[in-house]
């Protein structure tokens, strides 16, 4: 008898406690506010160059929008100014970088690959030093996307994996049903095309990083560090109680190009028509 009026007690202290303790909303959980980043991939913003200016396609090169699968960022920092040095803003993220290959380079088995709409960053606004940051300074290390390409009179399909980072340690990946094992460091511009057929691989030679801020911050050669300015300036204050969405809109207008031997505008990469650039053309942005 004892033990049932225990437990009868027990019963009644939990069902107080319970009716004491808030009840967390699935709908709207609480958690602390975050500043939030997705990308967009977008065939129709304007086509930009290395210092953000607009750019039409040269004469004797032809280019393609490409439908994309998937990018990873290694690098997210805050600038409170145009002037502001790159690496002296507020540094969000800085992705694991290992020596495994040699010389440093970032960790491809550590990168977050993301699709459009995805979250590809969340920061918890609280740990943001409090102040106005005008630009946002993403470096890009990898993308991965479908393009099409020219074969005996034919228009197939294809899927290309570019490295536009820095330098990066690839032990081995997986461009879209096939795997490449490289086991090395590779550099900025190294890229391998998958179809029905075979799997080739090879470096770009160039890749586009727009920086309209360049004159005053650049970036160092061979980085992929994409600058565009908020379209208004982010203000931090450090008693936020919302999340801030950032969505980053890269411009993949043309941004494969090629060399056009044949001159129909379709890539032939057996007729010698090699890749000129793989690069980002732009970043936009948008903050909710």
Same mark, same amino acid.
């Given at each position: 008898?004892? &033990?049932? !009026?225990?437990?009868? %007690? ?5 069902? !107080? ?7 967390? +909303? ?23 160059? =290395? ?5 039409? $396609? ?7 929008? /490409?439908?994309?699968?998937? $990018? ?31 010389? =440093? ?12 709409? @995805?979250?590809? &960053? ?17 470096? &890009?290390?990898?993308?991965?996307? *479908?393009?099409?390409?020219?074969? @005996?009179?034919?228009? &197939? ?6 490295? !536009? ?5 690839? /032990? ?6 096939? *795997? %490449? ?18 799997? =080739?691989?090879? +470096? ?28 208004? /300036?982010?203000? !931090? ?5 919302? +999340? ?8 993949? =207008? ?22 000129? +650039? ?11």
């Amino acid at each position: 008898m004892r &033990l049932n !009026i225990n437990f009868g %007690l027990l019963i009644v202290v939990m069902a !107080i406690l319970n009716a004491c303790t808030p009840k967390e +909303d699935p709908l709207n959980p609480s958690s602390e506010a975050k500043l939030i980043f997705k990308f967009k991939f977008d065939p129709t913003q304007e086509r930009l160059n =290395n210092l953000g200016l607009p750019s039409a $396609m040269p004469a004797g090169n032809a280019g393609q929008s /490409p439908v994309f699968n998937g $990018m990873s960022a290694h690098y997210y920092e805050l600038g409170n100014t145009a002037l502001t040095p790159l690496g002296k803003g507020a540094v969000l993220y800085w992705a694991p970088e290992t020596s495994m290959g040699g010389s =440093n380079a970032i960790d491809f088995t550590k990168c977050r690959i993301v699709k459009e709409g @995805e979250v590809a &960053l969340e920061v918890p606004l609280s740990t943001i030093p409090k102040g106005t940051y005008e630009y946002l300074r993403v470096s &890009l290390a990898y993308q991965n996307y *479908d393009i099409k390409f020219k074969f @005996e009179d034919q228009i &197939l399909n294809g899927t290309l994996a570019s490295f !536009i980072g820095f330098n990066t340690y690839v /032990p081995s990946f997986k461009i879209k049903t096939k *795997d %490449l094992t490289v086991n090395s460091n590779k550099k900025q511009g190294f890229w391998a095309f998958e179809t029905i057929y075979s799997v =080739n691989s090879g +470096d770009a030679a160039g890749t586009t990083v727009p920086n309209p801020i360049a004159s005053t911050s650049p970036i160092p050669p061979g980085s992929c560090v994409v600058t565009a300015a908020f379209p208004k /300036p982010l203000v !931090i204050t450090g008693s936020e109680t919302k +999340d801030m969405v950032v969505t980053m809109s890269l411009s993949v =207008n043309n941004s494969f190009e090629w060399k056009d031997v044949i001159a129909d505008k379709q890539w032939e990469p057996l007729k010698g028509e090699s890749v000129v +650039d793989m690069g980002i053309r732009g970043l936009k942005l948008t903050v909710n």
